[in-house]
């Protein structure tokens, strides 16, 4: 939104000659990135970054990749490390979480509202929009992940696995699910541990008040520490 309307402003001030437009000028390719717990982004200067992306904390970004507007790239107790020629684009988030850093490997498309948390996507693969891929799960080489699939916590898909729309993989080597048997899934994960891999705290399920209070309570604190972010101008 800055670096857009900085344009418009521009534009303006060129049709009505004014003396601040070189000024203005200064200010294109200007994006902002957040400090967070002392570390900053590190971004090639070859990559592209949208101006309303958010980048914050211990994130590197290889030379050649795109980040589109709206996408969030943070890490909250682990790195993310994005290799070169990666494409992230509008609204996703990328997330190094807790114990499980988020790490892309080069020539990975990441697609609209696509959601990585704590997981390894090795190169060539592609998360389709709405696609999710959950903590400690490793997608190899050549992987697809289809729109609004999930890769669930621990799973591990191998080379040129594919899986389809809507699907969820789970296990390793992941074992692929049609959509009507989530609940055979959802036990599994229970019995895998699903809440102390994403949320740090064992429970039998997220299906109760108590454990959602807990649940709240305990990311709130961890999240609270955004509150002494330094966002940066590069």
Not at 49 to 58: E, F, K, L, N
Not at 62 to 70: K, N, R, W
Not at 121 to 143: H, P, R
Not at 183 to 206: I, S
Request: aromatic content about 4%.
């Amino acid at each position: 939104m800055v670096g857009r309307l900085t344009r418009r402003v521009v534009v303006a001030a060129r049709e009505l000659g004014d003396e601040h437009v070189a000024l203005l000028d200064d200010t294109r390719g200007e994006h902002m990135l957040t400090e967070h717990l002392g570390k900053r982004p590190i971004v090639d200067p070859e990559a592209v970054i949208a101006p309303t992306a958010v980048i914050s904390g211990d994130v590197h970004i290889g030379s050649g990749s795109v980040v589109l507007a709206g996408a969030v790239i943070t890490s909250q107790g682990a790195p993310v490390r994005i290799g070169q020629h990666c494409i992230v684009m509008e609204n996703a988030v990328l997330r190094g979480a807790g114990k499980y850093p988020c790490t892309l490997g080069s020539h990975v498309l990441v697609g609209p509202h696509a959601h990585i948390a704590g997981a390894m996507v090795n190169g060539c693969a592609f998360v389709a929009t709405g696609a999710s891929v959950f903590n400690g799960a490793i997608l190899e080489q050549g992987v697809v992940v289809a729109i609004n699939a999930v890769v669930h916590v621990g799973t591990r898909c191998l080379a040129g696995t594919g899986v389809p729309i809507g699907h969820i993989a789970l296990g390793d080597p992941a074992t692929i699910y049609p959509p009507h048997e989530a609940p055979a899934v959802h036990a599994q994960l229970r019995a895998l541990g699903f809440t102390k891999a994403v949320f740090g705290f064992d429970a039998q399920g997220l299906a109760d008040a108590g454990t959602i209070q807990k649940l709240c309570e305990r990311y709130a604190r961890s999240l609270r520490t955004h509150r002494d972010d330094a966002t940066l101008v590069e």
